[in-house]
């Protein structure tokens, strides 16, 4: 072995410290590109995953169900970062991946996956985005907020009122109540 004086073993570890520290910030999580809400939801998808890794590997699941969860959190991982780079917000919405099988848990009345257009809207809950072929097909939507529901169902009162003609009572928003009974003494 070659013994090295002090003034090269110095500059050799130096050498060292540099290379590896190279390869460690080559190694930073993609993740790194979004803001902290996204960061958040991607960082709860892979605490998701290794629930359902540490599950299949107690045997608690079927192989079938472990295939399709995965599939099911690889599908809302591509959307959310779909969805993030479109529109440039650090927001995603709460979003639902369910096979053709799996529209009952979701709606009353499914409708037929021929037919489902993005953007479009299902029972003032849901907002359909697009489909993710991961495995098998997930369709996957967004909960509408509060306040875009609010928004939808006043619209829809406001042109079902239009549509009606001209309307002699309240607003299909305003509250009805009935007249309080007088009782003689």
């Known amino acids: 072995m070659c013994n090295l004086s002090g003034p090269a073993r110095f500059i050799l570890s130096i050498g060292i410290l540099i290379v590896l520290s190279s390869f460690a910030f080559g190694q930073k999580p993609a993740a790194s590109e979004f803001g902290p809400v996204v960061t958040a939801y991607l960082g709860y998808l892979n605490n998701e ?8 590997s107690r045997k608690e699941i079927t192989a079938a169900y472990y295939r399709r969860n995965s599939n099911r959190i690889h599908a809302l991982r591509e959307m959310a970062i779909r969805l993030v780079r479109q529109s440039g917000n650090d927001y ?5 991946a369910v096979t053709v099988d799996e529209f009952g848990t ?3 009345h499914p409708p037929h996956p021929a037919a489902l257009r993005p953007t479009e809207v299902f029972g003032n809950k ?7 072929h991961s495995g098998e097909t997930f369709y996957l939507f967004a909960r509408l907020d509060p306040y875009e529901q609010a928004e939808l169902i006043q619209r829809s009162s406001k042109s079902a009122a239009s549509i009606g003609g001209t309307s002699n009572g309240q607003n299909m928003s305003e509250t009805s109540t ?4 007088v009782v003689p003494k």
């Open 49 to 56: 995953q290794e629930v359902v890794d540490d599950r299949a």
């Open 92 to 96: 995603v919405p709460e979003l639902e």
């Open 126 to 132: 849901f907002r359909f985005l697009g489909s993710v």
């Open 178 to 181: 009935r007249a309080r009974r």
């Open 106 to 108: 979701i709606f009353e």
